[in-house]
């Protein structure tokens, strides 16, 4: 089979950002982590954040078990504050945890499609519009995933 991985581009990022010697952590955002605008907690660096983001969204590439947290911290490029700075800081502590973490994919497994989807109802507490997730496996391989902010506010979870 076929391992695709980044950890050369991760140890480089953590060095980039000087997060190579933070103490490792096993998730990258809490369970009950919410953020918000924050708009009046401290601005930081617009530049710096951004460059931040960037570099863990071209991460995702291979590295789907951060998608979620990594889009969630997209969200606020416009006007980054402390706690977001603290969100991407997480991200970038759980990478230091994992960094031989990639994708496998199998000579050996069947040529079966299937896919998963969920979405929390409501989750974002500005907007109240749900974020949704799928993944999609050719056997036992993954071979797309997404995680994204729905356009619309669900009236149901029907």
Same mark, same amino acid.
């Given at each position: ?6 950890? #050369?581009?991760? #140890? @480089? &990022?953590?060095? *980039?950002? $000087? =997060? ?12 009950? !982590?919410? &953020? @918000? ?9 617009? #530049?710096?954040? *951004?460059? =931040?983001?960037?570099? &863990? ?6 590295r789907p078990d951060i998608q979620f947290a990594v889009c ?5 490029? !416009?006007?980054? *504050?402390? %706690? ?7 991200? =970038?502590?759980? &990478? ?7 994708? +496998? ?23 109240? $519009? ?14 797309? +995933? %997404?995680?994204? $902010? ?6 149901s979870t029907a």
């Amino acid at each position: 089979g076929t391992f695709v991985h980044q950890t #050369k581009y991760t #140890k @480089d &990022l953590l060095r *980039r950002f $000087k =997060m190579d010697n933070y103490k490792p952590i096993s998730t990258p955002i809490g369970s009950t !982590a919410v &953020l @918000d605008p924050d708009e009046d907690g401290e601005a930081v660096d617009q #530049k710096e954040f *951004r460059s =931040m983001v960037g570099s &863990l969204l071209y991460l995702t590439a291979s590295r789907p078990d951060i998608q979620f947290a990594v889009c969630l911290c997209a969200r606020f490029q !416009a006007s980054p *504050r402390a %706690s977001h700075r603290q969100a991407v800081k997480r991200i =970038m502590r759980y &990478l230091n945890h994992t960094l031989e973490f990639g994708i +496998w994919y199998s000579t050996s497994s069947s040529i079966c499609l299937s896919g998963y989807s969920d979405a929390d109802f409501g989750g974002c507490r500005i907007d109240r $519009k749900s974020t949704s997730g799928t993944c999609h496996f050719l056997g036992t391989s993954l071979i797309e +995933w %997404s995680s994204r $902010k729905q356009s619309s506010v669900a009236q149901s979870t029907a």
